[in-house]
C-alpha cells in the first residue's frame, strides 16, 4: 500500500535552514507529482510546493518561494523540501502527500526565536 513518511522536522530560530525529507513506496513514484502541504496552529491546510516525477517542473506557493526548495530522488523515492530563511509564520506540520489523496503522519516545524 501507499506509504509516505517524513522526517526532518525541528524547532529553530528564525533565520535558519531545515531539510525536510520524505520516503515513499507502494507506488510508482516516478510517474507521480509529488507535493508538500502544511498546517499552521489554527488554520487550514496550505499547499506549499510540487514537484513532477520527472523531476522537471516545480512549483511553489507564494508565501515560500523563493526561500524553499523542492526536489526529489527517483532511485531512492524521495521527495525533500530544502527550507531556508525560515520566519515564525513558517510554524507548522509539513505533510508530503501523492496525488493529494495520499498523506503521510506529517512532521513538525518551529520557528521561535
Known amino acids: 500500500q501507499v506509504q509516505l513518511v517524513e522526517s526532518g522536522g525541528g524547532s529553530v530560530q528564525p533565520g535558519a535552514s531545515l531539510t525536510l525529507s520524505c520516503a515513499a513506496s507502494?507506488?510508482?513514484?516516478?510517474?507521480?507529482?509529488m507535493t508538500w502541504v502544511r498546517q499552521a496552529p489554527g488554520k487550514g491546510l496550505e499547499w506549499v510546493a510540487g514537484?513532477?516525477?520527472?523531476?522537471?517542473?516545480?512549483s511553489y506557493g507564494g508565501s515560500v518561494k523563493g526561500r524553499f526548495t523542492i526536489s526529489r530522488d527517483n532511485v531512492k523515492n524521495m521527495v525533500f523540501l530544502q527550507m531556508d530563511d525560515l520566519i515564525s509564520e513558517d510554524t507548522a506540520v509539513y505533510y508530503c502527500?501523492?496525488?493529494?489523496?495520499?498523506w503521510g503522519q506529517g512532521t513538525q516545524v518551529t520557528v521561535s526565536a
Open positions: 507502494g507506488f510508482s513514484f516516478s510517474a507521480e507529482t
Open positions: 514537484i513532477r516525477g520527472d523531476g522537471g517542473k516545480v
Open positions: 502527500a501523492m496525488g493529494m489523496t495520499y
